[in-house]
């Protein structure tokens, strides 16, 4: 079965560079997602990589994906007090049109 | 963006009662909706899937007839607790993807249920 699996606690500097790990089973995974959820709120979708990507960035955030390891990892530069709250890894097999499986989450704690 | 919506985003209820959760996506059609459960400090559990004009697809462990869902148009899906117990106590969260190409899928706020 497909398992996801996040540290739980990441703690960093304003103005520092924050990177959240994730590993998953699944092989089939084809699309690879990291959400972002503030304390009683939904989530929100941050950004996405495709299976056959090794890199993509969006402004602040670096994606990495090492398929042969399984690996994903987030990369959040110049680390604000805003950007504070717990992130979830996600993947799916066919895309959006299907289900996601979550990761466990990794709570970002930003001081000053 | 696209926006989903649930309501109510805060319950409480009596033991025994039953409980109806909406989804509604605003400004697109969701044939297809999905219902996840997250308890406090851990990570979300997908529930169910909604299908607009069929029957809802659970995951295992799921009990439909404790948790029913009606996917009664294609902005609208229901989640009803039916004789809510407290350890029906959780955020209950729905999405919706966007089916334009854009490989999103909107999350709703969310709906706290207290069962006392």
């Known amino acids: 079965g497909e398992d996801v699996e996040q540290s739980l606690f990441l703690s960093v500097r304003e103005g520092d560079s924050s990177v959240i790990n994730c590993t998953y089973t699944d092989s089939s995974s084809t699309y690879l997602y990291w959400y972002k959820q503030e304390p009683g709120a939904g989530l929100q979708l941050l950004t996405y990589i495709f299976s056959n990507m090794d890199m993509k960035q969006d402004q602040r955030l670096t994606v990495l994906l090492n398929k042969k390891d399984k690996h994903l990892s987030l990369r959040i530069a110049d680390t604000q007090t805003g950007d504070s709250a717990i992130y979830f890894c996600a993947e799916s097999i066919t895309g959006t049109a299907s289900k996601l499986t979550f990761g466990t989450g990794t709570r970002l704690q930003v001081t000053l | 963006g696209a926006v989903v919506s649930q309501h109510p985003s805060w319950v409480i209820c009596k033991s025994g009662t039953s409980v109806k959760i909406e989804c509604r996506s605003l400004?697109?059609?969701?044939?297809?909706m999905f219902w996840y459960r997250q308890f406090p400090k851990q990570s979300l559990m997908l529930m169910a899937t909604s299908n607009e004009g069929s029957k809802a697809t659970y995951e295992q462990g799921v009990e439909k007839d404790k948790f029913l869902i009606n996917h009664a148009s294609l902005t609208l899906s229901t989640l009803t607790v039916t004789s809510a117990h407290p350890e029906d106590s959780s955020f209950y969260i729905c999405s919706a993807p966007e089916t334009t190409g854009r490989e999103t899928q909107y999350f709703g706020p969310g709906t706290r249920l207290l069962v006392l």
């Open positions: 400004d697109f059609q969701a044939t297809t």
